[in-house]
């Protein structure tokens, strides 16, 4: 099994519509937890941290619900400029660990 | 600062050849990670430094990857010899240490005939 496993998509929606991602994780001493964009040819980039309580900027919000060991993404209202790769990382004492990536393109 | 560099950006070679692949850390960051990136096997960590010291190098494929930190501005990836399989973009990437956010360089592309 995977130390992270995600949803590979490609996610196609329209423009303002909501998407959701999620991302599981295999090692519960896991510490903290982030959620990366990665353009087309480009570097991943961090998009947000995840806290435990939840945690919102703008149109995107992430949870991480422990008990279960899975972390969340939503985007809501979704930009033409959203289109990219979302990958879901994972920490235990620096051994920082990506999922393989959902690919979500948002169309006019 | 100028971001964690990479150099070179894009590598053809031939099989048999010796690869080295160049970073130079954010000043500051004390942890540096290469990965590398295909289609069929995501991101994956080879290793990473803390301090200059490897700590994990558990995803290193084989024996004929290397990797080297002599110093907090500079590391080296070194494949020897490479083959088509070797094929794949290379990431360096540093943390800060305060946040955990970690920094990618843009990557070596690197294509083994």
């Known amino acids: 099994r995977k130390e992270v496993e995600q949803d590979p998509g490609p996610f196609n929606v329209p423009e303002g519509a909501t998407v959701a991602f999620n991302c599981t994780y295999s090692?519960?001493?896991?510490?903290?937890f982030f959620w990366y964009r990665q353009d087309c040819r480009k570097e991943p980039k961090l998009l947000m941290s995840v806290y435990s309580s939840g945690n919102e900027d703008g149109r995107f919000t992430a949870q991480l619900n422990r008990a279960s060991q899975y972390i969340s993404l939503l985007i809501r209202d979704s930009k033409l400029s959203d289109s990219a790769t979302y990958l879901c990382?994972?920490?235990?004492?620096?051994?920082?660990?990506f999922g393989a990536g959902t690919r979500l393109t948002v169309k006019p | 600062d100028a971001g964690v560099i990479q150099s070179p950006r894009h590598e053809v070679t031939e099989m048999g050849q010796e690869v080295t692949l160049r970073c130079k850390p954010i000043s500051g960051h004390n942890s540096l990670f290469w990965y590398r990136q295909t289609m069929m096997r995501g991101l994956e960590l080879l290793i990473y430094f803390n301090n200059n010291v490897p700590i994990d190098d558990s995803g290193m494929p084989e024996d004929r990857f290397s990797a080297k930190m002599p110093n907090a501005s500079f590391s080296t990836l070194k494949i020897q010899p490479s083959e088509p399989r070797d094929s794949a973009v290379y990431f360096c990437a540093t943390q800060d240490g305060d946040t955990g956010e970690l920094f990618f360089g843009e990557g070596s592309r690197l294509t083994v005939l």
């Open positions: 990382v994972v920490n235990k004492y620096n051994d920082m660990r």
């Open positions: 090692n519960s001493a896991s510490q903290s």
